[in-house]
């Protein structure tokens, strides 16, 4: 069921799959992070800390989702508990103080939107450009603290 994303993350696992999807997620691959932090999942104990999180932050929302992962951006996803939109996929940007949804299913979401379209929901090659620079500067502090104290 959930090929697509273990294959796009390079994942040897094995999910045993029972008739919840959501719950087969968050217990066998949950507190996990994934293409080196690009997607990272809640595990079984955060799921609770991190809806009430969001919950305070678009209070309209408390009750209405279950919280899955955040990306490397600190986005938050999850399932979208409302009857009107069937159980689509909700984005919360924090720091935008935004909510978008996406209308796809929680499997589709994994199993396509992430490994055939991660530029567009997960800022893939943002965090491309980003890893790279993070590393350039990382290197470069490096050499600055060993000139200062040496």
Do not use: H, T
Request: glycine content about 8%; proline content about 2%.
């Amino acid at each position: 069921m959930l090929d697509n994303f273990l294959r796009y993350f390079n994942e040897k696992v094995i999910v045993l799959y029972s008739n919840n999807l959501y719950s087969d997620f968050i217990m066998q691959l949950g507190g996990k992070r994934y293409g080196k932090g690009l997607f990272n999942s809640f595990s079984d104990e955060n799921v609770k800390k991190w809806s009430e999180i969001v919950a305070e932050a678009y209070p309209e929302f408390r009750n209405k989702f279950k919280i899955f992962g955040y990306d490397w951006l600190g986005r938050c996803f999850g399932i979208d508990l409302r009857k009107e939109n069937d159980g689509g996929i909700l984005l919360f940007e924090i720091g935008a103080n935004d909510v978008l949804e996406i209308p796809c299913s929680f499997e589709k979401f994994l199993n396509e939107e992430i490994p055939m379209y991660s530029d567009a929901c997960l800022a893939k090659s943002f965090f491309n450009e980003w890893s790279v620079l993070k590393k350039k500067l990382s290197m470069e502090g490096v050499l600055v603290i060993r000139f200062l104290y040496f």
